[in-house]
Structures are given as C-alpha cells and as structure tokens.
C-alpha cells in the first residue's frame, strides 16, 4: 500500500512537472521578419517641412510618412505597425503597466507611431522652447484636445485610452506636426525601427493572421504558423505602383 502511494505521488509530482513544462513552453513563440521596400526610391524622398512659423522651431525636419533604410539590402521601410490580426481567440490580456512616452521634440512627435495596448498609460512631454497643442482624433475613444507650456519634460499630462482603434493626433499649433496612434487589445505588435525589423514575442503555439501596417503604403496580411521553441521568420513587401 505503502509503495502504491509513493508511486501515485511520483506520478503525480512528474505530471505537474510536465504541465509547467507545457504550461512555459506554451508562451514562447515568437515571429520576426522585416518589411522591404520595392519601387523607385526616389518617388519617396523626404521632404523638408518648413518651421519658420515659430522661431522657436530651429532644427531642419523631414517629413515622416515614408522613411526608408537605403543602406540595408533589400531596402527597408521604418514606422510599420506589425502585429497579430487574428487566433488569438477570446483570450484576454491586462494592459501594459510602463507608461509610453511620446515626446515633443524639435517641433516634432517622437515617435511618431504611438502603439499601446488598450487602458496603457500614455505620457505627452514637450521638450521644446515653445508651446504645443495635443489633439487627438479617435471615432471610438474620448477626443482630446489640450495645451502643454515649453519644457515639460517631467510631470507631462498621462492618459489612457480604452477602446482598440487607429487614429491620428495633430498639434493645432504647428500644423506640419502629425504622428498615428494605433491601440491594440493584446500586446503582439511591433513597430519597425530604422532597420525595418520587427518581432513579436510571448506567443502560444497556433495559426495566426499577421498584419503589416503603413501610414502611405496601406496594409498587408500573411498566415503564419507559430511553433513552441522555434521562431517563425515573415517578411513583408510593400510595392507602391
């Protein structure tokens, strides 16, 4: 009797080993790639935005809508939105705690795609000599609209927004500054860096519909297969005519 419940206990105890094994391995998936550009160059040169309305507004800025990576082979595009589309289910996920920074800076936003989940804190600094108006334009969230006085590079305003949508946000006082504010309800999305890269990691094991995002170049979609313990690999290609 004695060793029938040690070898129940054993069982048991490798059992419980085993569903934390699953239970690690479940989270692990991971899908990376970069998004490349195919087209004439040229057609998509930034442009120089004129500041002098504020004196204040000294350093030279380009436009921010379509910003390539000529130096990488292929050619890469910043700023693209990657993130997960569909299998994920019903599941729900809490919001990030770390509040997001989006900084005013040279009369510009930084960054300029402002990705969060829902019910995240998002924190607005200005880091100019001059002051700056923050207005947001959401259909489904609460539109805000305030000011914000020179150099508030610390307290700032934090606020949060709790419904999933895509929208932009301007500064009615310098009208060339825009960014794109994109709010998801789970936490797999990536921006693409100067490189034009992008990962998203944490995810179970499954069938998954990934989409790529561009301000200009509009969207893309792929299905992908995510394996525990081994990273699936996606590139995008956007090909404006």
Not at 207 to 231: C, I, L, Q, R, S
Request: net charge neutral; glycine share 8%.
């Amino acid at each position: 009797m004695q060793k029938t419940f040690r070898y129940g206990v054993l069982c048991a105890f490798a059992a419980t080993l085993g569903l934390a094994g699953v239970v690690r391995a479940a989270d692990d998936g991971v899908i990376k790639g970069k998004v490349i550009f195919k087209g004439d160059t040229d057609k998509f040169k930034r442009s120089p935005i004129d500041t002098s309305k504020d004196a204040n507004c000294k350093k030279p800025i380009g436009s921010w809508d379509v910003i390539l990576n000529k130096k990488t082979d292929p050619i890469t595009i910043k700023n693209v939105v990657v993130s997960i589309k569909e299998g994920l289910g019903d599941k729900k996920f809490p919001p990030k705690t770390e509040p997001f920074k989006l900084t005013q800076k040279d009369c510009q936003y930084d960054p300029h795609i402002i990705a969060v989940m829902e019910d995240q804190p998002v924190k607005i600094l200005n880091g100019d000599d001059t002051n700056h108006n923050i207005h947001f334009l959401p259909k489904k969230n609460t539109e805000e609209n305030f000011s914000q006085p020179q150099k508030d590079e610390v307290t700032g305003k934090e606020l949060k927004f709790k419904l999933e949508e895509p929208f932009k946000v301007k500064c009615d006082v310098h009208p060339w500054m825009g960014a794109h504010v994109l709010v998801f309800t789970h936490p797999y999305f990536a921006v693409t860096g100067d490189d034009g890269t992008f990962e998203l990691k944490g995810l179970p094991p499954g069938k998954y519909v990934v989409e790529a995002w561009h301000e200009k170049f509009g969207t893309m979609k792929a299905d992908v297969e995510v394996a525990a313990g081994k990273p699936a690999e996606k590139d995008f290609t956007f090909e404006p005519k």
